[in-house]
């Protein structure tokens, strides 16, 4: 069974450890923040200037002025800030971030990513995340192995520009979580009822596959 975009923020979730600094991307990322370990201290920072955020409010408590990036309305924790965006961004570039989670269009066997435009889409421009690939220490992307046409998103090299080089750490899809080797994509676990065949036939790119391959454990 693949998994829906919630379990995947969920198996993310997982990977956020005591006192980290992380930024969340626009889509299944900013679920994150809704999954994180109750006994765990984490500070969730956007790059519209807030730092502190929490899970996402409930119907009817929504307050208009508290956003994150991708205009969601969002609740803060006690404690949290806000600042602009020259502030935000030196956080960003200063490498005061430790993980990154975004979304992407494709990803490299060899690290690159590319998430932010398709040619000949409008496009608003590149936003954020060229500045937080270039200078987060551990990337995680959040995506679907596949797109709509069933072709595989985890390719040998991009076909779509790019937004950061040689940078993604680990990848969660609907289908694995792989991690980002020299030699390509080593799958270190699959999701329930999902065979590793099944999975090498979505993977463009290298699959390295050693020895048995569990199955993930979203709780």
């Not at 956007?46 to 409010?57: D, I, K, R, T, W």
């Not at 066997?109 to 889409?121: Q, V």
């Not at 679907?144 to 046409?149: E, I, K, L, P, Q």
Request: with cysteine; glycine share 10%.
């Amino acid at each position: 069974m693949a998994l829906d975009k919630n379990q995947i923020a969920q198996r993310i979730a997982k990977e956020v450890q005591n006192g980290y600094y992380v930024n969340l991307g626009i889509g299944i990322p900013t679920l994150v923040a809704n999954y994180v370990r109750d006994d765990i201290e984490v500070e969730f920072q956007s790059e519209n200037g807030v730092l502190g955020m929490g899970p996402f409010p409930y119907d009817g408590e929504e307050d208009a002025d508290i956003i994150n990036a991708g205009k969601q309305t969002i609740t803060t924790l006690p404690g949290a800030s806000f600042f602009d965006s020259a502030t935000s961004f030196s956080m960003i570039r200063g490498k005061h971030v430790d993980l990154t989670i975004l979304g992407a269009m494709e990803v490299a066997e060899n690290g690159d990513i590319a998430n932010w435009k398709i040619p000949g889409k409008m496009v608003k421009g590149m936003g954020g995340a060229m500045d937080l690939v270039a200078s987060a220490e551990n990337i995680i992307v959040a995506m679907m192995h596949t797109n709509r046409a069933g072709a595989s998103k985890l390719l040998k090299r991009c076909s779509l520009p790019l937004t950061g080089v040689g940078c993604v750490k680990k990848i969660v899809s609907n289908l694995a979580v792989l991690e980002v080797t020299p030699d390509g994509f080593k799958l270190l676990e699959r999701a329930p009822g999902v065979s590793v065949e099944e999975i090498q036939a979505a993977t463009e790119g290298t699959l390295i596959i050693d020895g048995d391959v569990p199955e993930m454990q979203l709780y």
